[in-house]
């Protein structure tokens, strides 16, 4: 009974992880298409806060 759910755990996790590593890798495809295309818009205030929040 143990094992079962062990090895169930392993797959749900497996599964989430396989999942996760899709969707990054479709948000990255997206970014490179639209670099290349000239139509990425680079949101200049949230990479300001980030970098000013960084040197907090």
Request: aromatic share 2%.
């Amino acid at each position: 009974m143990a094992n079962t759910t062990l090895n169930t755990n392993r797959i749900d996790k497996e599964t989430k992880t396989n999942d996760t590593q899709k969707t990054e890798n479709d948000k990255a495809s997206k970014i490179a298409e639209q670099i290349k295309n000239g139509t990425y818009k680079i949101d200049t205030k949230a990479t300001a806060s980030a970098i000013a929040n960084s040197l907090i």
